[in-house]
Structure formats: structure tokens, C-alpha cells
């Protein structure tokens, strides 16, 4: 996890604001409020409930279990079609 945060803070100083984070993979240019520190991020607890959140939500908006999950990752179409094939 140090080592993660630390990586993190320094690719974020670099600039580099598309950074997908904690098992869950949220990004921190997309979610930018999803957590109140980096170190936040990496926390399982924390990242895994955020990441559950946002596809309960995708869910809710397309009553599909397949778009949703394409849709946590990107709602560009083609994009979130390779995530969403069966």
C-alpha cells in the first residue's frame, strides 16, 4: 500500500491525473471526490464500497447487469462493450 501511494502521489505530480487505483481500479481523473486522500483509495474497504456503489448506480440507470458493468468502465459504446461481453 506505501508503495502504491507513493507511486500514486508522484504520477499525479508529473500530471498524470488517469490513474486507476485499488482493487476496484477507480479512476482518479473520473471520480476525482470518490475518496478524501490516496491513501483512502488504497484502503480495501474503502475502495471496494466506492467501486460496488458506482455499479449499483450503473445498474439502476440501465436496469442490466451487462451494461452496467460495461458502463462502470466507460460509457463510450465501443468501450464499454469489451468490458460488458459475455
Given at each position: 500500500?506505501?508503495?502504491?501511494?507513493?507511486?500514486?502521489?508522484?504520477?499525479?505530480?508529473?500530471?498524470?491525473?488517469?490513474?486507476?487505483?485499488g482493487?476496484?481500479?477507480?479512476?482518479?481523473?473520473?471520480?476525482?471526490?470518490?475518496?478524501?486522500?490516496?491513501?483512502?483509495?488504497?484502503?480495501?474497504?474503502?475502495?471496494?464500497?466506492?467501486?460496488?456503489?458506482?455499479?449499483?448506480?450503473?445498474?439502476?440507470?440501465?436496469?442490466?447487469?451487462?451494461?452496467?458493468?460495461?458502463?462502470?468502465h466507460?460509457?463510450?459504446?465501443?468501450?464499454s462493450?469489451?468490458?460488458?461481453?459475455?
Amino acid at each position: 500500500k506505501k508503495e502504491a501511494v507513493r507511486f500514486t502521489k508522484l504520477k499525479l505530480a508529473e500530471g498524470n491525473e488517469s490513474i486507476d487505483v485499488g482493487c476496484m481500479q477507480i479512476n482518479l481523473k473520473y471520480h476525482p471526490n470518490a475518496f478524501n486522500s490516496i491513501e483512502q483509495a488504497f484502503t480495501p474497504i474503502k475502495n471496494v464500497g466506492y467501486g460496488a456503489k458506482f455499479l449499483r448506480e450503473k445498474y439502476e440507470d440501465n436496469r442490466d447487469w451487462l451494461k452496467a458493468i460495461g458502463h462502470y468502465h466507460s460509457q463510450t459504446k465501443d468501450k464499454s462493450l469489451s468490458y460488458s461481453s459475455s
